[in-house]
Nanobody, 116 residues
């Protein structure tokens, strides 16, 4: 089992920045990739960014050039730096850890609200 605790959401004006962090504990050795997803009201949960244990990153087209995902292996954390935020980035953001046996672990979610 893996436990995830997110922090860093909040309210920001368009054009501003926020930094989300996810701290993991438990069976971290089983994890092959980490990521951030988001879900807006009435919409499905979509991938925002992901990073493998080897450091390969992947971003949704809508956030390329604005968001950066990174990880700290020593601290077992994954971070999403969000710059140039837009109102359409408003959503609940979820941290995800994916294991080599295809288990997915989720954080509790953190609200990001971008005002215009």
């Amino acid at each position: 089992q893996v436990q995830l605790v997110e922090s860093g959401g909040g309210l920001v004006q368009a054009g501003g920045s926020l930094r989300l962090s996810c701290a993991a504990s438990g069976s971290i050795f089983s994890i092959t990739a980490m990521g951030w997803y988001r879900q807006a009201p009435g919409k499905q949960r979509d991938l925002v960014a992901s990073i493998t244990i080897g450091g390969t990153t992947n971003y949704a087209d809508s956030v390329k050039g604005r968001f950066t995902i990174s990880k700290n292996n020593a601290k077992n954390t994954v971070t999403l730096q969000m710059n140039s935020l837009k109102p359409e980035d408003t959503a609940v953001y979820y941290c995800n850890y994916h294991s080599w046996i295809n288990n997915d672990y989720w954080g509790q979610g953190t609200q990001v609200t971008v005002s215009s």
